[in-house]
């Protein structure tokens, strides 16, 4: 009972997921004659009845979604063109499809992805999950006062620099920044392989 409730559940919430997305789409970017209105609203009064369980409201829904355009279509065009969401639905056939598949079945632009919450490829879900992650790192250092690992980085390399320009040799500068002579070298070769100039104005100032 509990696996059921619970693919139930996830069903339901992926469905209004994609049927939001879906609704933006078509208002905002396929409200023409090559914006594929009659796919989108196939999906949309398919993933409405799937939440509703009741033909005659997700009919409504979709005919309303539609009269919402500037472009509309003739209501017996959608009724038609839309039909085929009751066939799937009677014969218990989920019109199981990918995000990956549907993105690329609509031919949604990246532009037009970027404000989806669903209806997105795998990759976009692995660049926004990384952009969380990145976000909640560097908010977990700001609570402890600590800085990025590549912010330590460009610092020391800032640091060797002007203890450089002051003429101390390695083994000064190892003992002052408390590195190792491996990290030294290795510092100074990327300083030798960018120019220094770069890294002294990235942080001039700090």
């Keep these: ?29 396929r409200d023409k004659e090559s914006g594929m209105r009659e796919n989108i609203l196939f ?35 959608v ?12 014969n218990n056939r989920c019109f199981q499809i990918s995000n990956d598949k549907l993105v690329d079945f609509l031919n949604i632009e990246p532009d037009e992805m970027k404000e989806m919450r669903s209806i997105i490829t795998s990759c976009e879900k692995s660049a926004r999950k ?4 990145r976000k909640a790192y560097l908010k977990k250092l700001e609570a ?21 320009e002051q003429g101390k ?15 030294f070298y290795s510092d100074k070769k990327v300083m030798e392989q960018y120019n220094m100039l770069f890294v002294y104005h990235e942080h001039e100032g700090l």
Excluded: P, W
């Design 1 to 29: 009972y509990f696996s059921a409730l619970a693919v139930a559940l996830i069903t339901s919430f992926s469905s209004n997921a994609r049927i939001s997305d879906l609704e933006h789409l078509l208002l905002k970017y």
């Design 144 to 164: 402890k006062g600590e800085s990025t690992k590549e912010y330590k980085i460009k610092l020391r390399l800032k640091a060797i620099y002007e203890l450089l």
């Design 169 to 183: 040799t390695q083994r000064e500068i190892c003992a002052e920044l408390n590195i190792s002579k491996s990290t």
């Design 79 to 90: 009724i038609k063109a839309t039909a085929s969401a009751e066939k799937y639905y009677d």
């Design 130 to 133: 990384s952009a969380r992650d």
């Design 43 to 77: 999906l949309y009064r398919y993933y409405t009845l799937c939440i509703s369980n009741d033909k005659a409201e997700s009919l409504n829904m979709t005919l309303a979604l539609n009269s919402r355009l500037k472009y509309a279509l003739d209501e017996k065009e």
